[in-house]
């Protein structure tokens, strides 16, 4: 018989969030933050480097440099979002397929699971994946593990 003692040390489980410049992605990593107090987990953070997160003309001048202040500024959203919790969190960001850098980052942690959020349903937004792929749809189908898809936020009626 083992006492408390003689155990393995517990380690502490990571919730993998990914995270992008649409609005739904501050309401899931909301929705994570509460599932990662609730379960004594901790936040990993990844933000997939893409072409919004740069200046329209790559032919700016200072353009690798705003586009570096603009990734500076998604950290600074998270860390803003984050500030008030006393969840234990981490961030980072990838480049390459956000759907399968969020696997890669979920293998890396042995994260417990993924969040991701959802743009939401209708014609605008299946027009819009059209040119802008699901990220949850492409998360869901290159996992095994469990992934939390966080519909969007419900707009106030003042936003309709």
Do not use: K
Not at 5 to 18: A, F, I, K, M, Y
Not at 25 to 45: M, N, Y
Not at 72 to 86: M, N, P
Request: proline share 7%.
């Amino acid at each position: 018989m083992t006492s408390p003692n003689d155990r393995e040390p517990t380690v502490e489980p990571t919730l993998v969030v990914g995270y992008g410049r649409d609005p739904s992605s501050d309401h899931a990593l909301l929705v994570a933050t509460d599932f990662a107090r609730r379960l004594g987990a901790r936040l990993h953070v990844v933000h997939t480097v893409c072409l919004a997160d740069y200046p329209v003309d790559p032919d700016a001048w200072d353009w690798e440099e705003q586009g570096a202040a603009g990734l500076a500024e998604q950290r600074r959203s998270v860390a803003r979002l984050l500030g008030d919790t006393d969840v234990a969190w981490s961030y980072e960001d990838r480049r390459g397929d956000p759907a399968c850098e969020l696997a890669r980052a979920a293998a890396e942690h042995d994260a417990l699971l993924i969040v991701v959020g959802t743009r939401g349903e209708g014609l605008r937004r299946a027009l819009a994946r059209l040119v802008d792929p699901s990220v949850s749809h492409g998360v869901i189908q290159r996992q095994r593990r469990p992934v939390l898809v966080v519909p969007a936020h419900p707009r106030s009626e003042s936003e309709r």
